[in-house]
């Protein structure tokens, strides 16, 4: 058997063997609670978070644990998609935006959404505004999703709404921004439809859009 509480200590203290042992034994028995060992799983990585900003982890560390949240959503993604299966989403486009080259929390998030169902146009780091506004137009996209971690990167998400909004389809899109940054305040002041800090709650508010 497996234990969620277990799965989630390990993953804040990046022990991979009981991240990987716990995970696998979720999948053994027919995966029915992957949805809730990856909320475990970021619940662990929130404290790598907060171990990061009190100086106890390094940039190391923080890399590590977005490889091993990579690997836990690899690990998990059959069941993921399995438990979407039939209900596809439809494209959206992802990217870390202009001046941000970070993409371990992008890549994440890129991992759970196409397990949710969405065909994820991955626009790559260091996106300028143009590049998304002619992508959306060209593959017809109503979900944008804008990552970034430092706070350089909230100028670009702006830039990219002005984008959308000069080319007269900020009406036809729905942008939501994620990353260390960003908050309710700043996700005002960008101009975005909402915001988020988890994966979970990207995918919740992605896939509320999808189907709308």
């Known amino acids: 058997m497996y ?4 799965l989630e200590e390990a993953m804040g203290e990046l022990d991979e063997e009981v991240v990987v042992e716990e995970l696998k034994a979720v999948m ?3 995966g029915t609670e992957a949805q809730q060992a990856m909320a475990a799983c ?3 990585m929130d404290v790598v978070g907060n ?10 560390d923080l890399i590590y644990a977005g490889e091993l949240m990579t690997q836990a959503v690899d690990i998990l993604k059959p069941a993921l998609v399995e438990s979407t299966s039939g209900s596809s989403l439809g494209k959206m ?11 371990i929390g992008k890549n994440i998030v890129k991992a759970m ?3 949710s169902g969405f065909e994820v146009i991955d626009l790559g780091i260091d996106v300028p505004a143009t590049k998304i506004v002619e992508t959306a137009k060209q593959e017809n996209v109503k979900v944008i999703a804008l990552s970034g971690v430092l706070t350089l990167a ?3 998400m702006k830039e990219t709404v002005e984008a959308f909004r000069i080319a007269g389809m900020r009406d036809e899109v729905k942008i939501i921004i994620g990353g260390a940054p960003v908050t309710a305040e700043n996700c005002a002041q960008v101009g975005a439809d909402e915001w988020a800090t988890s994966p979970q709650k990207t995918i919740q508010v992605c896939r509320g859009w999808a189907q709308a």
Not at 97 to 102: A, T, Y
């Open 113 to 115: 959404l196409e397990a």
């Open 28 to 30: 053994e028995n027919g």
């Open 51 to 60: 171990l990061f900003d009190s100086g106890e982890y390094f940039v190391g």
């Open 154 to 156: 909230l100028n670009s």
């Open 3 to 6: 234990d969620l509480k277990r």
């Open 93 to 103: 486009i992802l990217c870390t935006v202009k001046d941000d080259l970070h993409d």
């Open 42 to 44: 970021q619940k662990g």
